[in-house]
């Protein structure tokens, strides 16, 4: 059985200026199937926010009626380009409702999807997956920063569905995942290694031992006193761990 925990919280820079927080983070469990998701609204789009919530909430709801589908169709292009067109067709219906232009809702899209031993991960843009095995927090997968620098992909950049990351697998012996924005990655990982601060492993190891609401409350404190002050970011995260039969 998988448990969830999530921490978001708005960065100094926007606190300043009052811009609402535009990291947003969702998990949704449904029998068998776990789901988490996170998306980082981009700065430069007005309305981004509600994008990236849009987008957290599909991405959840989808994998709890579709995992099966996704996972045993074997041609991942395709699983790409079906995603993609909903993500599309999603975040067009929402600019019709909001009365905005789809770029003004553009975010980044991080989330895993576990149902019994199989996974399926998905990365676009910034940010960083990590995942537990044997006690150790491994990269699942890296930032991916567009073209130019601090510059990213989003899920409204034309041709996005080009660099969609999907990997699929069996949990096997992955005891713990994690995602994260941009914001958090500063004080979280390191970017020259490719390594996730200690910090997140014991973290993970923690969660395994104890409930939701006990850790999100620990993340809260810990995100407002020291993450939060190394950057002008929103910052955001969401674990998934097995939880343990006592």
Known sequence: MWKTAKCEIQGRGHEKENIPCQD?????????????ALADGAGSARLSQHGAATITKFIGEEFIE????YFEQSNGAIVKQELGNKIIT???SLSVELDCKSEDLASTLLFVAVKNNDFIIGHVGDGVIGYLKNGDMKIASEPNNGEFVNSTVFTTSPNFINSFKLIKGEVEEIQGFVLMSDGSETSLYNKNEKQLSPMINKIMNLFIEISQDELEKMLLNAFQSMIKPKTL???SIVFMAYEKKH
């Open 24 to 36: 947003k983070t969702f998990y949704i469990k449904k029998g068998d199937t776990t789901v988490i």
């Open 66 to 69: 579709n995992f099966n589908l």
């Open 90 to 92: 999603r975040l067009e």
């Open 233 to 235: 970011d929103d910052c």
